[in-house]
């Protein structure tokens, strides 16, 4: 994993006061600044191959992104490998996904988790694939580990639909979640149900949706051909690098700084007010895979 030597305005901002800072630094020099802090590796993988003209998956090609993104975010160069790192042939998995008829998670990527979980020695029985109820399927009930798997979109609640909103359907009441633009999303993460169990995140971004103007919108006006996925094993660093290209994407679209509304800052919060995974884009190792054509990034 990369390694971040800590720049003058961290240390500064860091240190109990500026002036206390700034008299450290003029007597220790460039010393103070060598030390490491890790980042957050996130891996985004682009196929220009990934959608066809209508939109619809290559179940070949997407096999492929995750497999680089897996291998790639784990420094495995074999990717079966590579998932023996986070799944155990005992393990039973969910595969969380998000079914909104619009924009679903598509099956070419449910089927490539699915089988990567069954090459680390999961046995078929044992593996789950649902959004809606997995409070009452046998085998998210009884998962030891889960996938997280969804599309980036606008949603009218929360500014973004990310993968920290796809586990709200592990709460037994979804709509004390919703107050306050949904800024208390990653209290979802620790529920009992949840808590510690997520070995993998993958933001589906084939086609996101950047814009919309009410409650399940959609317009395909506002989706656009970025053929990637955004893999990695903290969904606030994931759900962190989503948001900043669906940003870049409405200033290219709009021709000015239009910020999402609401907010998605229920990201960020994740973060500075839950502590449950890095959003700020200086600390995350973001590593750049294929298509490279229009990163907005």
């Given at each position: 994993?990369?390694?971040?030597?800590?720049?003058r305005?961290?240390?500064?901002?860091?240190?109990?006061?500026?002036?206390?800072?700034t008299a450290?630094y003029?007597?220790?020099g460039?010393r103070?600044?060598?030390?490491?802090?890790?980042k957050?590796r996130v891996?985004?993988?682009?196929?220009?191959?990934?959608?066809?003209?209508?939109?619809?998956?290559?179940?070949d090609?997407?096999?492929?992104?995750?497999?680089?993104?897996?291998?790639?975010?784990?420094?495995?160069?074999d990717?079966?490998?590579?998932?023996?790192?986070?799944?155990?042939?005992t393990?039973?998995?969910?595969i969380?996904?998000n079914?909104?008829?619009y924009?679903?998670?598509?099956?070419?990527?449910?089927?490539?988790?699915?089988?990567?979980?069954?090459?680390?020695g999961?046995s078929?029985?044992?593996?789950?694939?649902?959004?809606?109820?997995?409070?009452?399927?046998?085998?998210?009930?009884?998962?030891?580990?889960?996938?997280?798997?969804?599309?980036?979109r606008?949603?009218?609640w929360?500014?973004?639909?990310?993968?920290?909103?796809?586990y709200?359907?592990?709460?037994?009441?979804?709509?004390?979640?919703?107050?306050?633009?949904?800024?208390?999303l990653a209290?979802?993460?620790?529920l009992?149900n949840?808590k510690?169990?997520?070995?993998?995140?993958?933001?589906v971004?084939?086609?996101?949706?950047?814009?919309?103007?009410?409650?399940?919108?959609?317009n395909p006006?506002?989706?656009?051909?970025?053929k990637g996925?955004?893999v990695?094993?903290?969904?606030v660093?994931?759900d962190?690098?989503?948001v900043?290209?669906?940003?870049?994407?409405?200033k290219l679209?709009?021709k000015?700084?239009?910020?999402?509304?609401?907010?998605?800052?229920?990201?960020?919060?994740a973060?500075?007010?839950?502590?449950?995974?890095?959003?700020?884009p200086?600390?995350?190792?973001l590593?750049?895979l294929?298509?490279?054509?229009?990163?907005?990034?």
């Amino acid at each position: 994993m990369k390694e971040q030597v800590k720049t003058r305005r961290e240390f500064l901002k860091q240190s109990a006061s500026a002036a206390a800072a700034t008299a450290l630094y003029l007597s220790l020099g460039d010393r103070i600044f060598g030390a490491i802090e890790k980042k957050t590796r996130v891996v985004l993988v682009r196929h220009e191959g990934a959608i066809d003209d209508l939109n619809k998956p290559n179940a070949d090609v997407v096999q492929k992104m995750l497999d680089d993104a897996v291998t790639a975010l784990f420094d495995i160069s074999d990717p079966v490998e590579a998932w023996k790192k986070i799944i155990k042939p005992t393990d039973t998995v969910g595969i969380k996904t998000n079914v909104w008829r619009y924009l679903p998670t598509t099956s070419a990527v449910e089927n490539a988790l699915k089988k990567r979980v069954m090459d680390a020695g999961v046995s078929e029985d044992a593996i789950g694939i649902r959004d809606r109820g997995v409070l009452y399927d046998p085998v998210f009930k009884k998962a030891t580990a889960l996938i997280n798997a969804r599309p980036m979109r606008t949603h009218y609640w929360s500014g973004v639909g990310t993968l920290l909103k796809n586990y709200i359907m592990f709460s037994d009441n979804p709509p004390s979640y919703h107050p306050d633009t949904c800024a208390d999303l990653a209290k979802l993460w620790f529920l009992p149900n949840v808590k510690g169990k997520t070995r993998l995140n993958v933001l589906v971004m084939f086609t996101p949706l950047f814009h919309g103007s009410g409650p399940h919108h959609f317009n395909p006006q506002y989706i656009w051909a970025y053929k990637g996925l955004i893999v990695g094993t903290d969904p606030v660093a994931v759900d962190s690098v989503g948001v900043r290209i669906l940003q870049s994407k409405r200033k290219l679209f709009f021709k000015e700084d239009r910020p999402l509304n609401p907010s998605p800052k229920h990201v960020f919060l994740a973060d500075t007010r839950h502590h449950l995974g890095t959003a700020d884009p200086e600390k995350i190792d973001l590593q750049i895979l294929g298509w490279k054509k229009d990163l907005l990034i």
